[in-house]
C-alpha cells in the first residue's frame, strides 16, 4: 500500500534524486524554462516552488537554506533571490507551471514537458513567442 507515500522514485537512489533535483531547479532558476518529461517537471514542481517561496524574502538564514538546497551554487543562488524573488513578492503561490509537449522524446517516447517561470523576464523569452506578444 503507497499510504501518505507522497514523493516518486523515478527508478534511482535518494542520492540520485537529491542531485537530480539540485540540476533541474538549477537549470530552471538560470535559464527561466526547460524542457524535461513530463514526470520530473511534476516531481520537482514543488522543490522549486519552496525555493522561490524562500527567495521572496532575502534573509541570511533564508540564503544559508538556499545554498544548502542546491548544492553552494552562488551565482543560482544569487539570482534567486536578486531577480526572481523580487519578482513573486506580491504572488501567493503558484510561481512555476508545465505545458505538455505535443511530441514526444525520441528516444524513448517519454512525454516531454516544459518546466517554467509563471512571469519571465522579457530577453528570456524565445522570438516567436515575442513577436506574438506585439502581434
Same mark, same amino acid.
Given at each position: 500500500?503507497?499510504?501518505?507515500?507522497?514523493?516518486?522514485? *523515478?527508478?534511482?537512489?535518494?542520492?540520485h534524486? &537529491?542531485?537530480?533535483?539540485?540540476?533541474?531547479?538549477?537549470?530552471?532558476?538560470?535559464?527561466?524554462?526547460?524542457e524535461?518529461t513530463?514526470?520530473?517537471?511534476?516531481? /520537482?514542481? %514543488?522543490?522549486?516552488?519552496? +525555493?522561490?517561496?524562500?527567495?521572496?524574502?532575502?534573509?541570511? %538564514?533564508?540564503?544559508r537554506?538556499?545554498?544548502a538546497? *542546491?548544492?553552494?551554487?552562488?551565482?543560482?543562488?544569487?539570482? +534567486?533571490?536578486?531577480?526572481?524573488? %523580487? !519578482?513573486?513578492? $506580491?504572488?501567493?503561490?503558484? /510561481?512555476? !507551471?508545465?505545458?505538455? *509537449?505535443?511530441? %514526444? !522524446?525520441?528516444?524513448?517516447?517519454?512525454? &516531454?514537458?516544459? *518546466?517554467?517561470?509563471? $512571469? &519571465?523576464?522579457?530577453?528570456?523569452?524565445?522570438?516567436?513567442?515575442? $513577436?506574438?506578444?506585439?502581434?
Amino acid at each position: 500500500m503507497r499510504h501518505r507515500d507522497k514523493s516518486r522514485k *523515478l527508478s534511482r537512489t535518494g542520492a540520485h534524486r &537529491r542531485a537530480l533535483a539540485r540540476n533541474i531547479v538549477a537549470a530552471l532558476v538560470q535559464h527561466e524554462r526547460i524542457e524535461t518529461t513530463l514526470v520530473k517537471a511534476k516531481a /520537482y514542481k %514543488p522543490f522549486a516552488e519552496r +525555493l522561490v517561496t524562500l527567495a521572496k524574502e532575502k534573509t541570511i %538564514p533564508n540564503i544559508r537554506r538556499a545554498m544548502a538546497l *542546491l548544492g553552494n551554487d552562488r551565482a543560482t543562488t544569487m539570482k +534567486l533571490f536578486d531577480v526572481i524573488g %523580487p !519578482r513573486f513578492r $506580491e504572488r501567493r503561490g503558484g /510561481y512555476t !507551471r508545465i505545458l505538455k *509537449l505535443s511530441t %514526444p !522524446r525520441l528516444g524513448d517516447k517519454a512525454a &516531454r514537458a516544459l *518546466l517554467e517561470f509563471v $512571469e &519571465r523576464s522579457e530577453p528570456d523569452l524565445a522570438p516567436v513567442e515575442a $513577436e506574438a506578444a506585439t502581434a
